[in-house]
């Protein structure tokens, strides 16, 4: 079983910049794809942005493309968010989790979940 642990959250002025990271573990982490959500407060979860641990088949929410990128490393065991050109509306609590579906956007394809981080941004 994969699991999954997020950091880097805080709290952030518009305009600036975060870094989240996801740290995998588990004997077959590498078979998975991760992906990154987030959940706004009194709103439904919703896809940020995929990967694979190769890099490959990366997309993005069109909300955050241009803005966010999304990075791996396998040697690390790591998934990487870069936020810059945050807004208010990025304010949310983000989640990393994982798919035997590699590079799917689709959130019911994923089975494995970390705790969250918090991430607010202020006007």
């Known amino acids: 079983q994969v699991q999954l642990v997020e950091s880097g959250g805080g709290l952030v002025q518009a305009g600036g910049s975060l870094r989240l990271s996801c740290a995998a573990s588990?004997?077959?982490?590498?078979?998975?794809?991760l992906a990154w959500f987030r959940r706004a407060p009194g709103s439904n979860r919703e896809f940020v942005a995929a990967?694979?641990?190769?890099?490959?088949?990366?997309s993005y929410a069109d909300s955050v493309k241009g803005r966010f990128t999304i990075s791996s490393a396998y040697d690390k065991n790591s998934v990487y968010l870069e936020m810059n050109n945050l807004k208010p509306e990025d304010t949310a609590v983000y989640y990393c989790?994982?798919?035997?579906?590699?590079?799917?956007?689709?959130?019911?394809?994923?089975?494995?979940w970390g705790q969250g981080t918090q991430v607010t941004v202020s006007a």
């Open positions: 588990g004997r077959t982490f590498s078979r998975y794809g």
């Open positions: 990967t694979t641990w190769s890099g490959d088949g990366i």
């Open positions: 989790a994982a798919s035997l579906r590699r590079g799917t956007t689709q959130q019911r394809f994923y089975d494995v």
